[in-house]
C-alpha cells in the first residue's frame, strides 16, 4: 500500500476526515479538517499512520478503547464542532431530497449517559471476552470502561465475564438496559439448562442487583419488574426491547411530540413501540396505539389499562399493512416513530389521508428526508427539524418534527 501525506478539507457522514487525492476522496478514520497526515492507502479508504499537523479542533480522547472499538468515532472533535458536523449530516441528507427546512442546535446527550448496549460474549483460552466489535473488524475489545455507557452498565460487565465464562461455548450476546426498576440483561445464546447453569444465572442476577435476566427471551430471574416509568403510569418492558438510548434525548423526543399534539382529541400513535409516546400524551386525548411486536403490545395495553387513560392499542404490521386513508378519518394528529426503514407505504396514506398533523420521529436521516419529501408535496409544512442526539461522538443521530396544513 502507498504511504503519502494528505490535506484533510471536510469531514464526512460517519465521522472519518476527507482528502482529495487524484481528484477522488480519501477517507481518512481519526483526522479532522485543516490536518496534514501521513496515512498508508488502500483503495478509497486511508489508514492514519501520524498526524502532521493538527487542527485546533482536536482533542484529547475521553476513552482508552478509542481508536480500536468500533463504537465512537470522534472522541477527538471538540464540542462545538462537534455539534456544527451532526448538524450538517442532517442538513446534507435534507438537501439530497431538495428540502431546505432549517435545522436546528443538536440537544446532545451527555457523555455516561447511554441506558442501553448489546455486548457480544467471546469464550476463549484466557476466559470470556465481552465487549463490542474492532472498527471495522469482527474481533472483539474487552471493554474495561465507556465513557458513553451508565455507569451501571459498566459495572456489570466483570460480573458478566465471571459468572458466564463456564456458560458460553464459543459466542453469545448480552443485552444490558437500565431501567427505571434497575438493570435488565438479556442473554442470547448462553447454556441456561440444568440446575447448575440455572444457579449460576441466579448468582449472577445477586451479585449485579439485576432486576431481570433472561435466557433466550425466558425469565430465570426477575428481582423486581424492569419498568420504563412516564406520565401515565409505568409499563413492564419484555426482554431486551426498544427504549430510546438516553433518558435526554427520550425526555426531548416525548416533548417534541407533546407540543405537536398540544390538546388534540384523538391522536393515533404509530409504531408505538412500549408506549414511550401514548403514555406520555395529554390525558384529554384519545389515543390509538399501533405496533408490531406482540411483546410490546402486551406491555402497552397492560399499561394502558392500569393507567385508565383512553389509549387503544392494536397489533399490526404497518409495513405490510398501514393504515389506510378511510382509516385515518377522525384523527387530529400522527405520531410516526418507525425503524431505520422509515414508513413510506403509511406516510403515503398519510399524505391523502385528512389528518392535519404529523409528527415524525426517525433515527436514519436519508429515509426521514425520503418520507418528509411525501408529506411537503402533499401540502404540509415543517418549521424545523430537531436533531436529537443520543449517540454521543458516532455517526447516528434522531430527528424530530412537526409537519402541518
Not at 476513552?63 to 451532526?86: D, E, I, M
Not at 460487565?157 to 426498576?181: F, I, N, Q, Y
Given at each position: 500500500?502507498?504511504?503519502?501525506?494528505?490535506?484533510?478539507?471536510s469531514?464526512?457522514?460517519?465521522?472519518?476526515?476527507?482528502?482529495?487525492?487524484?481528484?477522488?476522496?480519501?477517507?481518512?478514520?481519526?483526522?479532522?479538517?485543516?490536518?496534514?497526515?501521513?496515512?498508508?492507502?488502500?483503495?478509497?479508504?486511508?489508514?492514519?499512520?501520524?498526524?502532521?499537523?493538527?487542527s485546533?479542533?482536536?482533542?484529547?480522547?475521553?476513552?482508552?478503547?478509542?481508536?480500536?472499538?468500533?463504537?465512537?468515532?470522534?472522541?477527538?472533535?471538540?464540542?462545538?464542532?462537534?455539534?456544527?458536523?451532526?448538524?450538517?449530516?442532517?442538513?446534507?441528507?435534507?438537501?439530497?431530497?431538495?428540502?431546505?427546512?432549517?435545522?436546528?442546535?443538536?440537544?446532545?446527550?451527555?457523555?455516561?449517559?447511554?441506558?442501553?448496549?448489546?455486548?457480544?460474549?467471546?469464550?476463549?483460552?484466557?476466559?470470556?471476552?465481552?465487549?463490542?466489535?474492532?472498527?471495522?473488524?469482527?474481533?472483539?475489545?474487552?471493554?474495561?470502561a465507556?465513557?458513553?455507557?451508565?455507569?451501571?452498565?459498566?459495572?456489570?460487565?466483570?460480573?458478566?465475564?465471571?459468572?458466564?465464562?463456564?456458560?458460553?461455548?464459543?459466542?453469545?450476546?448480552?443485552?444490558?438496559?437500565?431501567?427505571?426498576?434497575?438493570?435488565?440483561?438479556?442473554?442470547?445464546?448462553?447454556?441456561?439448562?440444568?440446575?447448575?447453569?440455572?444457579?449460576?444465572?441466579?448468582?449472577?442476577?445477586?451479585?449485579?442487583?439485576?432486576?431481570?435476566?433472561?435466557?433466550?427471551?425466558?425469565?430465570?430471574?426477575?428481582?423486581?419488574?424492569?419498568?420504563?416509568?412516564?406520565?401515565?403510569?409505568?409499563?413492564?418492558?419484555?426482554?431486551?426491547?426498544?427504549?430510546?438510548?438516553?433518558?435526554?434525548?427520550?425526555?426531548?423526543?416525548?416533548?417534541?411530540?407533546?407540543?405537536a399534539?398540544?390538546?388534540?382529541a384523538?391522536?393515533?400513535?404509530?409504531?408505538?413501540?412500549?408506549?414511550?409516546?401514548?403514555?406520555?400524551?395529554?390525558?384529554?386525548?384519545?389515543?390509538?396505539?399501533?405496533?408490531?411486536d406482540?411483546?410490546?403490545?402486551?406491555?402497552?395495553?397492560?399499561?394502558?389499562?392500569?393507567?385508565?387513560?383512553?389509549?387503544?392499542v392494536?397489533?399490526?404490521?404497518?409495513?405490510?399493512?398501514?393504515?389506510?386513508?378511510?382509516?385515518?378519518?377522525?384523527?387530529?394528529?400522527?405520531?410516526?416513530?418507525?425503524?431505520?426503514?422509515?414508513?413510506?407505504?403509511?406516510?403515503?396514506?398519510?399524505?391523502?389521508?385528512?389528518?392535519?398533523?404529523?409528527?415524525?420521529?426517525?433515527?436514519?436521516?436519508?429515509?426521514?428526508?425520503?418520507?418528509?419529501?411525501?408529506?411537503?408535496?402533499?401540502?404540509?409544512?415543517c418549521?424545523?427539524?430537531?436533531?436529537?442526539?443520543?449517540?454521543?461522538?458516532?455517526?447516528?443521530?434522531?430527528?424530530?418534527?412537526?409537519?402541518?396544513?
Amino acid at each position: 500500500m502507498t504511504e503519502r501525506t494528505v490535506a484533510i478539507d471536510s469531514l464526512g457522514a460517519q465521522g472519518d476526515g476527507i482528502a482529495q487525492v487524484d481528484g477522488k476522496p480519501l477517507y481518512v478514520p481519526f483526522t479532522l479538517p485543516g490536518e496534514r497526515a501521513r496515512v498508508r492507502m488502500d483503495g478509497e479508504r486511508g489508514e492514519l499512520i501520524a498526524v502532521e499537523q493538527e487542527s485546533p479542533d482536536r482533542i484529547a480522547p475521553v476513552c482508552p478503547h478509542f481508536g480500536v472499538c468500533g463504537g465512537c468515532a470522534l472522541q477527538h472533535l471538540a464540542a462545538v464542532p462537534y455539534r456544527a458536523w451532526k448538524q450538517r449530516t442532517v442538513v446534507t441528507a435534507l438537501s439530497h431530497r431538495g428540502l431546505e427546512i432549517p435545522v436546528l442546535d443538536p440537544l446532545v446527550s451527555p457523555p455516561a449517559s447511554r441506558r442501553r448496549a448489546r455486548f457480544a460474549l467471546k469464550r476463549t483460552g484466557r476466559g470470556l471476552i465481552v465487549g463490542f466489535a474492532e472498527r471495522r473488524s469482527h474481533r472483539l475489545v474487552e471493554v474495561t470502561a465507556c465513557s458513553v455507557l451508565r455507569p451501571e452498565i459498566v459495572a456489570a460487565l466483570p460480573l458478566l465475564r465471571r459468572h458466564l465464562v463456564a456458560l458460553v461455548s464459543r459466542e453469545a450476546a448480552a443485552t444490558l438496559t437500565l431501567t427505571d426498576g434497575g438493570l435488565d440483561v438479556a442473554l442470547d445464546g448462553v447454556k441456561a439448562a440444568g440446575q447448575e447453569r440455572l444457579a449460576a444465572l441466579a448468582s449472577l442476577a445477586e451479585a449485579g442487583d439485576f432486576a431481570r435476566l433472561t435466557s433466550d427471551g425466558e425469565t430465570i430471574v426477575e428481582r423486581r419488574a424492569p419498568v420504563a416509568r412516564f406520565a401515565a403510569g409505568e409499563v413492564t418492558l419484555p426482554p431486551a426491547s426498544f427504549l430510546q438510548a438516553t433518558r435526554d434525548g427520550e425526555t426531548a423526543l416525548i416533548h417534541a411530540a407533546q407540543q405537536a399534539v398540544d390538546q388534540a382529541a384523538r391522536v393515533v400513535d404509530l409504531f408505538a413501540g412500549v408506549g414511550t409516546f401514548a403514555l406520555s400524551l395529554p390525558q384529554a386525548s384519545l389515543v390509538h396505539a399501533v405496533e408490531s411486536d406482540a411483546a410490546a403490545v402486551r406491555a402497552l395495553s397492560d399499561a394502558a389499562r392500569r393507567s385508565g387513560r383512553k389509549i387503544v392499542v392494536e397489533r399490526r404490521d404497518l409495513f405490510r399493512n398501514p393504515l389506510l386513508p378511510v382509516e385515518l378519518q377522525g384523527y387530529d394528529v400522527a405520531i410516526v416513530d418507525p425503524p431505520r426503514a422509515g414508513a413510506q407505504a403509511q406516510v403515503a396514506a398519510l399524505a391523502v389521508s385528512t389528518v392535519s398533523t404529523v409528527m415524525m420521529v426517525s433515527c436514519n436521516p436519508a429515509t426521514f428526508a425520503r418520507d418528509a419529501r411525501v408529506l411537503l408535496d402533499a401540502g404540509f409544512s415543517c418549521r424545523a427539524v430537531q436533531p436529537v442526539d443520543q449517540f454521543l461522538w458516532s455517526p447516528h443521530v434522531e430527528l424530530a418534527a412537526a409537519f402541518r396544513r
